[in-house]
């Protein structure tokens, strides 16, 4: 497992995306563009109103009104992981679809509409882990774990052919299977819709990074990344 020489123990191999606003690279106070320091260069859009925090390093600020946007092409017949560090505001408890907060979300642009793969959480669960546009109601729903209001969050999703393994905290909390097909158009954070800049279900909290990996990291690399970013969110 190589890592970035110099810098924080980050997982490299496969990396193809990295959105980090604690680095000057990445972000800059008051910049529209949330930079790309993987070697892709796909560069994200904050698109609506937003601020910078300085704290934990940094991070980026929705209130509930607003998105991030990369023009990402995800082939989710691949292998490939995602990670993301996120903090709630306000966590609602309604399960219902409209009242769910999105982490992540993916614009497929073909028939199946923009549901190719998302994250929307509630107080005590996750839901809308979707395949083409089919919600899949299994293990993950329903009193899953606790988020809470104010609580900074690791999501990883690792899928390994059609098995997705999914780990909050470095912690593996179970898997689904499911089969995908598609390519995505963009990778969005803090909310879902069927264009780069569509805001529903959004997220009001901070977003402070993001990862794709072309390939599933294994519970062992995916420890080390959020052994890299505990010291930083005061995580355990």
Do not use: H
Not at 29 to 40: E, K, P, V
């Amino acid at each position: 497992m190589s890592t970035l020489s110099g810098g924080p123990n980050v997982v490299m191999d496969g990396l193809v995306l990295w959105l980090d606003a604690a680095n000057p690279k990445s972000y800059v106070s008051g910049s529209t563009t949330w930079n790309d320091i993987s070697r892709s260069q796909l560069n994200g859009t904050i698109a609506s109103s937003y601020s910078y925090s300085s704290s934990f390093g940094g991070g980026i600020s929705f209130a509930g009104n607003n998105t991030m946007y990369v023009p990402f092409v995800l082939d989710t017949s691949t292998n490939f992981t995602i990670e993301v560090v996120a903090k709630c505001n306000t966590m609602i408890t309604e399960q219902s679809p409209q009242n769910r907060q999105t982490v992540w979300s993916f614009i497929s642009g073909s028939s199946q509409g923009y549901q190719l793969l998302d994250l929307e959480v509630w107080n005590d669960g996750i839901t809308s882990i979707n395949g083409d546009n089919t919600n899949f109601t299994g293990p993950l729903t329903g009193n899953f774990f606790p988020i809470g209001a104010n609580n900074i969050k690791v999501y990883t999703l690792s899928k390994s052919g059609t098995s997705q393994s999914w780990y909050f905290d470095s912690v593996f909390r179970g898997s689904v299977t499911q089969t995908y097909t598609g390519l995505s158009q963009y990778f969005k954070l803090g909310s879902r819709g069927p264009t780069p800049t569509g805001i529903g279900q959004p997220w009001n909290g901070a977003f402070y990074s993001a990862k794709i990996y072309n390939r599933a990291l294994t519970a062992q690399e995916i420890l080390q990344n959020y052994n890299s970013l505990k010291s930083r969110f005061g995580l355990t």
